[in-house]
């Protein structure tokens, strides 16, 4: 089979990634089209990536580009309107999280990608595909702590990042929607049922301006599920040693926690200090691997006309858990998922 | 200043534990007295801790031994009339927790100590007192991580003794009035402000037996506090590892996490498992140090005549907060504290 | 510029990683042509790395195949020999490690590299090229440590590999020779200096074949360097829990440790064998992303011209080494280099 | 029976420790003189230790004072006379290391050993004591890691302390001989064989001072044992980070590793310089509780009227092997033991 091509619209920080991905690193497909309303991601696109198009309108490269998919990695508000026109254009989608920015959006985009069951649909929750969470995945599924109970999630964005996190507070819909759908589809996963109620709470005690615009700088939730297990989540922005992301998952034979110290690399310094473990610093760095891996699942998914794990429907239910968690801590009471 | 003369009521495990220091290991203390209705346990107390008197009556004690204190090391249901006899006989006391089995004797008590403010009231969170967790806060008072303004807790018993567990659960008062009250009164004591309304779930997916007398495995509580703090606690009886207590204060300048690995010692072993550290069974185990420092420093209170750090009412505090998590457990509602 | 063209030879366990890297990870490379013995590798080659020409004669590949590189994973006899035609063809050259099987056969490659100055001359000491050892080597170039004088190596192949290397062992050259050569070039290039005298030991418990061969199962070495640093070595065969490679770089202002636990990903166990990291279990798994960086680096130096950092005597001076430490072994005697 | 009496001589750093247990943490025991040549110890025996007879004559203490067993405690080129002089007034002797400042003391103490078999004689080896390292030996002999064949010891004193080493580097005997030893015994415990051949090297960066009285900052060692094992030694003074003692026991079938962090609690840091753990700042935080251990042992020895498992031989072979060690520091060369 000949080599899959892909255009992509949207290159930022992670979009760059992706890009580099698709261009340099996956054997099968080809990144022949970007599309940006940057002319400078553009001009990087030509002369790094060796993309041979380059457009400034979604619409035109889908029209003029020669696709066989798409990777949109774009501002959340374009998700689910670029899903619908690459899907009806008969194309493979990619698309980053979130599905889209409120749940009715996601159930537009639940009905494109039913339309066109023949097309591999691919959401990009890439902490599935991190090695440590695959491991974690695979040792569960072989018995290795008995059945799943609960989850412990904690996903905090570096202090060093904080500046941005303030300045998008206002369009970013706040902590518990831009922050916490990676957790809450770990959580899912990995206890194998749905969230059936959730408490959610904030906390303020570093920057301000978080609560000028009705937001906050770290959250935390505890959510019963549909079997009777049981997650807590703890999300924030001032991390002061970096990007930490951890999860736990208690079973009835034995734990898995993954991560407690987001180090760096295997180097451990041992000075005045004390002995210490450098942590990285930002989600490219922690999942580089992890993003390599889905794009890498999502080219052999179009090549053997396999179905994704991930469904449109994973990418629904996080929002709709991401916003019962930011009704409840509005509302500072507990909230029924679908009520 | 002569020894002071201690006698101690209950010689179970906790209670030889706090004999034996009392007895051997604290300069400036004597163990005279011992109280139990266990004949067993009064002859180990003669023959091994050398002590002179024993009874079978608590009354009996306060009236015929020559003591300066007692240390309260009985079932829970005893302690609160206990700390009243001996406080009325004009001794110093220590208790172990919980101060009463509801909040109606904690008042009780908290009058009690008031009628006495020259005598010294100890109420034993020993945690307050292992050196991880006491550099955990001295270096919190000296800035290390800002303001505090979460606690994450958990506190898991091992599984290998869960038939005791199981067997007392009809009478315990049930895992959130059982186990919580040390990790309550860590939150209090790290965020420095008290719990203002609590939310608490249970998961049961090992032993059954916990539901039918309407206990639960596991539990889990997020807690918001006045002060604008959070807290969550994971409490438990089912560590297939060992006994797991794992506390983190997470402030805005940095966190402190305490035993994520409860290691049973210095030792790693590589092996065909990988490399790992076995880990310690059972609080005294765990705890042996703390149990020890706080038994030397209600001493050092009587002799230096010291005001304890922690009060009655810290007690009081800590039944309360259980409570309200029993009922939010049991009314799957959010509960006020002093509702 | 346009793709540089490299023909690979030998496609045996490591073979295939470099090819692979070659084939589909390395922007502005291009795998064109294989060499091997076996068919099936041919086979492989054609299949799955789509590689175009195929050969069983090395002489063949480098006449016919029109190539701008060669990468030389055959087996190590064959490096020396391989290395002259390649640079006599106008070729750049990667080469696995070891140089030579001797001290002739590097100095003999020492002439054919410096013949051909303008060509890059690449040796495979991956491990400098591996995250955490090149983090360590900033860290320390920035001061980190102050003046590093110690070294302590530890390699140790896996238990489970072990029936290889007693199959081997009569032709390996010896534990020395065969699995010392890494940590030796660590040890130079950590220390900045050059090893002047060397006592080793062998030590064996398990596998009395390795003595039948005159060879050993355990090795630990104690070198004296030029500018009065010192090193330790500790190889081996047997670990039991994986492949263990770790360094230290002790200074006069710290340490850094790299990899005492040789952790397979970030997951934590808590389970009846205590908490535990699963480790790696080979040199692939270990050293994956540094194979891909130093070919990455081969194919950077050709585009831009540029001299490695390790050059042909680096590979002369590691030979070096590993046969003082086996005439020390095997005459129980110190041997300065160069005697 | 009645308590044990005991005198202690010397009442530095250590002696305090001592002093301190026996004084008030050993059932069984009782201090009841001191002695030191410093009238402001003698005091602190007095006022804090409660002792009744203090002396500034060694030989006075044994004459007059009620005693069962001296605690020697005083500069190393006393203890042997001190011995002799204790053993033949009948007292049960506990001395600290070393036992002679040279082979030749130690011969003389073996002698006065022997001519007093019922009397206890315990050398202090703390290390045996401590938990991580009695754990270690227990581990080892149910087989936990097969047959052990290699020690790697670590020693290094903070640099915090360095100046106090370097005044007293001219009369201390040198790194080898005056901290070597715990390790040196170690390596004889654990393997469970004499060394045969020693090859040791010094490294000089940080302190010009010590080689003005040719002793060296920093050492390395290779030892051969008798059964074909093998030790490697790595001693200092200028830890940047605290008190490193790092032990590791490899066996045919795993390996046990003692402090490879050298944690002063089980308190994590997360904060701008990682995630960190401050470390033990000296011996008597480190080994605290081995000292209680040993002491408590030591009068169990006497009481039961049982062989300690150190025996007077243990101190000499220590002595022999440090003393070996400093020759082939300074004549560059093997040395064998005994020749």
Known sequence: MSEIKVGIVGLGRLGKVHARNIAFKIPGAKLVAACSIMEAELQYAKEELKVSETFTSYKEMLEKADLDAVAIVSSSPCHCD??????AKGLHVFTEKPLGVDVEECKKAEKAV???PDQVFFLGFMRRFDPSYSYAKKKI???AIGTPYMVKATGIDPEAAVEGAIKF???SGGLFIDMSSHDVDLIRWFLGSEVKEVYALGANFKHPEFLSCNDTETG???FQLENG????LHVGRT???GYHIETEIVGTEGSIRISPVPEKNLAILYDRYGARQECVESFPER????YLLEMQEFIQCIIEKKKPKLSVYDGTRATEICFAMKKSFEEKRLVKLGE
Chains 1, 2, 3, 4 share one sequence.
Request: hydrophobic share 50%; glycine share 6%.
């Open 287 to 290: 999942f580089d691997e992890a």
């Open 141 to 143: 599924e072989e018995g």
């Open 169 to 171: 507070a206002p369009t």
């Open 220 to 222: 935390a939730a505890l």
């Open 114 to 116: 039913e339309a066109h």
């Open 239 to 241: 991390a002061a040693h």
């Open 82 to 87: 670029q899903i619908e026109k690459a899907l």
């Open 229 to 232: 297990g049981i997650a807590e």
